[in-house]
């Protein structure tokens, strides 16, 4: 098993889904779901979650922030590849950031994510 602290996850293609980042480590460690799982203290039933990349209701994973922590804690993947995890997990991170930094109003970072299938931050209020 090779050591997943060498993968540097920040040369991974963007658009790359946390699943799929997730398969390419198991690859490269040559380590399966239940071995990683172990290493970071999660059940196997989590990981079989993100490596089919279905919760269970059946939609696509979106691991929590304490997930995301406890697998890059798990293999040493260092604070760039915990950010290249959660923002492949959680890719509205980008728009929030932006609409922060350009002071957009809540409706504004809402359409945004609309158009781009992201989760919005609030439901219209009627």
Known sequence: MA???SID???L???LSFSQIM???CYATGMNGAQIAAKCNLSKA?????LRDKNYKGSSCKPSINVIAAICIGLKLGQ????RLYRAAHPEIDVWKEALRSKKTVM???EELEEK???LLTKEIE
Not at 46 to 50: K, L, N, P, V
Not at 80 to 83: A, H, L, Q, V
Request: charged share 35%; proline share 7%; net charge negative.
């Open 3 to 5: 050591d997943a602290s």
């Open 9 to 11: 996850l920040t040369k």
């Open 13 to 15: 293609n963007p658009e």
């Open 23 to 25: 398969k390419r480590i």
């Open 46 to 50: 989590t990981m079989t979650r993100i």
């Open 80 to 83: 760039e590849g915990f950010e």
């Open 108 to 110: 504004e970072t809402n």
């Open 117 to 119: 299938g992201l989760p």
